[in-house]
């Protein structure tokens, strides 16, 4: 077998692939700034800067400097009983950026298991001040946050949970706020008031459900009532966070504060695997205690990873540059001039947009899903003009890596106008 694609069929399982059927994998043998070079000299625009965590653009010479630099000081540590300088200087410069008053960073090694601690961290609040009937968590429909047990509970029965449906605990899925609805979820949340353990929402937008958008000033409501009734709120910024939406955090535009946040993906540019969860000190000092039982008992081999935290304060560095602003600016005022001339089309039923994401949702027959028949179609049209764009079923959407230029974004829009001409 001499390609990698021969390799790789041999050896390698795939997420979120049926591999009987699966399309060929794209042997990538390069990156720099929004391109990926394949085995054969293709070039593709990465559009969805590779999984939502590369917003710097690929082989960032700042931040492959500081990894190289601290792999040759310290690659890792043991975190429990001794700590070290990255991890310390990104606590305090997290901390300093995060909306309210956070004063406490947790880390781990993903986005999943940034829910899990966020998760733990809620009920054990509880259980550690001796109220035991607050067990009960709040979470959205269609809301995606992992695919570990704790984090596939808590987000909506699909297609990715249903094998396990019988294992997971049982939470009270409320719908996306709007005028029309907010008063009545505010009667469920009030109804549900001292069993609530916690609220978990993805703010702004719920990525993995079909980049769905609802208001700030909605969301702002429902955690105005927690607090009101003593729930512990979670904003899951996993995606949204790093100038996502606009702002440094989805959670900026809100006026109510979350209790806790989850932080992962473009953490370190994109670079390497890392999970933070953060917590206000309310929730630190139900477990600071002389009693070890009301300890967190949580961790990961390679908590705190010092090459990650080296990657993570480069990628703070280049995403507080004035012409990375200019730049997030840039894309969102693109991305809504295209939405204006498209968002009319007889072929799409909803163009959304939230910062630097927008996304289309192709009108179908078929019920919106996953594994609408209408994904391989996209998905391959885009790969034939050299453009990732990995749909959700039937909703296309770009979210690029900040780099990404002016052309290139155009020739991205000129191919999605040309594909609804077709598909």
């Known amino acids: 077998m001499s390609n990698l694609e021969e390799r790789d069929r041999a050896v390698i399982w795939h997420p979120y692939t049926q591999m009987k059927n699966a399309l060929t994998h794209i042997p990538i043998v390069k990156g720099e700034g929004v391109y990926l070079f394949t085995e054969d000299g293709k070039q593709y625009i990465d559009a ?25 000081e310290l690659e890792h540590v043991i975190f429990a009983g001794f700590t070290h300088e990255p991890a310390i200087q990104l606590a305090e410069r997290l901390l300093n950026l995060l909306p309210g008053d956070q004063k406490k960073v947790f880390y781990s090694d993903n986005g999943s ?25 709040l979470a959205f429909n269609n809301s995606y946050h992992g695919d570990t047990f704790g984090a596939m509970a808590v987000s909506a029965r699909s297609i990715f949970t249903h094998p396990f449906s019988d294992l997971l605990f049982e939470v ?39 980049m769905l958008m609802y208001e700030a000033t909605y969301l702002d409501e429902l955690i105005t009532l927690c607090k009101t009734q003593g729930i512990l709120t979670i904003a899951d910024e996993v995606m949204t966070g790093f100038g996502r939406t606009g702002t440094f955090f989805a959670s900026e535009q809100l006026s109510s504060r979350p209790d806790i946040f989850c932080l992962s993906k473009g953490l370190t540019g994109g670079t390497m695997a890392m999970g933070i969860t953060t917590c206000n000190q309310q929730i630190f000092d139900a477990f600071y205690s002389d009693d070890k039982l009301k300890t967190l008992y949580h961790g990961h081999s390679f908590t705190a990873n010092p090459i990650a935290c080296a990657a993570s304060l480069a990628s703070l560095d280049l995403l507080l540059k004035h012409e990375t602003l200019v730049n997030i600016n840039r894309i969102k005022k693109q991305h809504t001039q295209f939405a204006e001339r498209i968002k009319h089309h007889p072929k799409l039923k909803e163009v959304r947009q939230t910062g630097t994401i927008l996304a289309l949702e192709w009108a179908t027959s078929n019920e919106t899903s996953y594994l609408n028949t209408l994904r391989d179609s996209l998905y391959t049209y885009f790969l034939e003009h050299h453009i990732i764009l ?34």
């Open 172 to 210: 009270d899925f409320i719908d996306l706020p709007n005028a029309s609805n907010i008063d009545v979820i505010k009667e469920k949340i009030t109804a549900i008031g001292d069993e609530a353990a916690c609220f978990i929402f993805e703010p702004l937008v719920l990525g993995s459900g079909g």
């Open 48 to 72: 969805v800067s590779s999984w939502w965590v590369n917003i710097h653009g690929h082989g960032n010479a700042a931040i492959a400097d500081a990894v190289a630099k601290q792999a040759r």
């Open 113 to 137: 298991t940034a829910v899990e601690v966020a998760l733990k961290m809620c009920l054990q609040y509880w259980h550690n001040k001796g109220i035991t009937k607050r067990k009960k968590i």
């Open 390 to 423: 990995r749909p959700l079923g039937n909703i296309i959407y770009i979210l690029p890596p900040y780099v990404i230029s002016e052309q290139d974004l155009d020739y991205i829009y000129q191919t999605i106008t040309a594909a609804l001409e077709i598909l």
